[in-house]
């Protein structure tokens, strides 16, 4: 199986510990200006925060399966949908507005039906994962788009703000949103890292590594090759059910295009935008992507072509993405 | 009965246009091994065209009749667009699968707003005629003269196609590139040409299946993503880089689509989908694949 630079990398832990300290420092940085942004930030800036942090989420779970174990999902929107209708069945129809409940059981929907769908999913790899977790995809799209009396059909379903640790909080939506919602999605998102990383550096995250460079290897290694593929594809789906709560309470509304197939396309982008081969790069890439779509949106009608355009050109001429962009600036080895 | 007529032959007619975009789908994906997400652009690229060149046509005067010819030609002629897209293909021969398939989604975002930018947000239909040809009666069911042309026109396309592929001394150039791009190089087969032409070509079939689409139902943005949910699901039924295939799963998904959309309208998509996973785990190669995973 021949893997190359986008679902490659990884090898950076083993740089030198001088850039390690350096990205530290960074991401430190990074964290520090994220926190603080309430501060300094607009109020709009910071709605796209919010965003950007949920998609952050989304694509550190989509980047264990990608770009560690090797696996390119055209479905993972599908898990972002399941996400927000969770959210919207539990604040306008069942009147459970406590966020962590919702979490859970999001959390809960989507390991199981990641895992249904991952039992038949990772008997195959490349193309026929890919078009494999399309056709799922598809099939979810439409029945929330169909199935009026289950799931509003193409009207979607509200989603009414819900209680962060069984508190409300006073003021408007926007108040909501840009305070204690912001500072809840970013704790999630750094709560979701340490998990995502800590996972990546145990004897499963080793596993999977195995797994994507090669799996008859790790196989004759004695590593179960489909239940790691399983684990990581049940891991991300949680990941992206996760940042779909907080898209769908963001946006107020759970829409079936979350589901549809160039949703997943757009999550395929921003890791692929941000670079696969490193940690951080996913994030990186949900980031520029967030506030270069809000950007072109506002500038452009024509934003799609500037984004395909944008694509192309990584695909074409930087296939590491932000992240290898920033390396090779750093003098790591790119 | 009658019901029954009508509902295959508006299957038959689907089919025969998704033929067309799946062949081409395949054709690339044989010979290129890429798979190309922007097929449904270029089908898209097609009706629209289609719409302009017979607005063109009736505009200097010339009667409706003469819509068929001009179809086919303007589908062919913009399929040429296949040619400079090619050429960008060309970077990522060598690479990862995945990065052909983003590569080929940029394109597919970047032809969205080309499509807007000549013709506009509003969906665009074509005037007059779907039925200028009139409908033969047969069996109690008003049957529009221009599905069985296009039904007709698609069987004798996938012939040529066919027989120029098994049988011409090209096709057998072009089959042994499929083959083994290396061994055909080596042996003189100019590869790069070959490769410009096949997507040209593959592009062509797009264009051609939606503008022989586009009479009878509105060109608009959402064409794109949606037709390569069902060009994907044909190929998938009938298996990867097999044309035998692609006519296979055409008739499948056509038929499938027709009686869900008559009898239960919700299951329009979930039915053909049903049918792409239960293929997947049954036979992953497609029903007339290789069996290779």
């Keep these: ?334 | 009965m009658t019901a029954w007529l009508d509902i295959v032959l508006g299957g038959l007619f689907h089919a025969a246009v998704l033929f067309l975009v799946a062949a081409g789908l395949q054709l690339v994906f044989g010979v290129q091994k890429i798979l190309n997400l922007a097929c449904g652009s270029f089908y898209a690229l097609g009706a629209y065209f289609a719409i302009s060149a017979v607005a063109a046509m009736t505009a200097l005067g010339l009667p409706i009749a003469y819509f068929f010819p001009v179809l086919l030609a303007s589908g062919l002629l913009i399929g040429l667009v296949g040619l400079p897209v090619e050429r960008l293909l060309r970077t990522v021969y060598r690479r990862d699968e995945s990065h052909q398939l983003l590569l080929t989604f940029g394109l597919l975002l970047m032809f969205q707003d080309i499509l807007r930018f000549f013709w506009g947000t509003a969906p665009r239909t074509m005037e007059g005629a779907y039925l200028a040809y009139g409908t033969v009666t047969a069996g109690g069911a008003q049957i529009p003269v221009y599905n069985l042309l296009v039904i007709a026109a698609s069987i004798v396309l996938a012939g040529m196609l066919g027989l120029f592929l098994q049988r011409s001394a090209l096709g057998k150039v072009i089959r042994a590139t499929a083959e083994n791009r290396d061994m055909a190089e080596g042996l003189g087969a100019n590869v790069s040409r070959i490769y410009a032409a096949v997507f040209t070509a593959g592009c062509m079939l797009g264009t051609v299946g939606g503008a022989l689409a586009v009479p009878s139902s509105a060109a608009s943005l959402d064409m794109p993503a949606e037709l390569i949910v069902e060009a994907f699901a044909i190929v998938v039924i009938g298996g990867l880089g097999s044309m035998r295939g692609a006519l296979l799963g055409a008739v499948i998904v056509g038929l499938v689509r027709a009686f869900a959309i008559a009898n239960y309208p919700e299951a329009e998509v979930l039915s053909i989908y049903l049918i792409v996973i239960a293929v997947l785990i049954i036979r992953p190669a497609g029903l007339l694949g290789k069996a290779q995973a």
């Excluded at chain 1, 850039?19 to 796209?48: E, N």
């Excluded at chain 1, 942090?53 to 999902?73: C, K, P, Q, R, V």
């Excluded at chain 1, 895992?115 to 977790?133: A, D, E, N, P, Q």
């Design chain 1, 1 to 334: 199986m021949t893997v190359d630079a986008i679902v490659h990398g990884a090898e950076m832990e083993t740089a030198a510990p001088r850039s390690g300290l350096l990205s530290f420092l960074l991401t430190l940085v990074f964290c520090t200006a994220l926190a603080a942004a309430p501060y300094y930030a607009s109020t709009y800036a910071l709605t796209l925060l919010a965003t950007f942090a949920a998609y952050a989420i989304a694509l550190l779970g989509f980047n264990i399966l990608l770009g560690y174990t090797g696996l390119l999902s055209f479905g993972h929107a599908m898990f972002i949908a399941m996400g927000a209708y969770t959210a919207a069945v539990f604040t306008s129809k069942l009147g459970i507005p406590y966020l962590e409940l919702i979490l859970l059981a999001a959390a809960a929907v989507s390991a199981a039906a990641a895992f249904l769908i991952g039992l038949f999913c990772v008997r195959y790899t490349k193309i026929f994962f890919s078009m494999l977790t399309l056709a799922f995809g598809m099939t979810f799209y439409s029945f929330l788009n169909k199935f009026y009396f289950v799931t509003g059909g193409d009207q979607g379903m509200r989603i009414t703000r819900p209680l962060l640790a069984g508190l409300d909080s006073a003021g408007g939506k926007t108040a909501f949103l840009t305070g204690p919602f912001y500072y809840y999605s970013l704790a999630l998102l750094a709560i979701l890292a340490f998990l995502a990383w800590r996972l990546l550096h145990s004897p499963l995250g080793l596993h999977m590594r195995a797994v994507r460079d090669n799996p008859q290897k790790a196989a004759y290694l004695g590593v179960k090759v489909q239940r790691t593929r399983l684990w990581a594809f049940v891991i991300s789906a949680v990941y992206c059910s996760i940042a779909g709560v907080l898209i769908g309470i963001s946006v107020g509304l759970a829409d079936p295009e979350l589901g549809y197939w160039t949703q997943s396309g757009n999550l395929v982008f921003m890791t692929v935008l941000g670079g696969t081969g490193s940690f951080g790069g996913p994030v990186l890439g949900a980031l520029v992507f967030v506030f270069l779509n809000d950007w072109l949106n506002a500038t452009t009608e024509y934003w799609r072509f500037v984004l395909g355009a944008i694509l192309v050109a990584i695909v074409v001429f930087a296939p590491r993405g932000v992240a290898g962009l920033v390396h090779g600036l750093l003098g790591k080895k790119a």
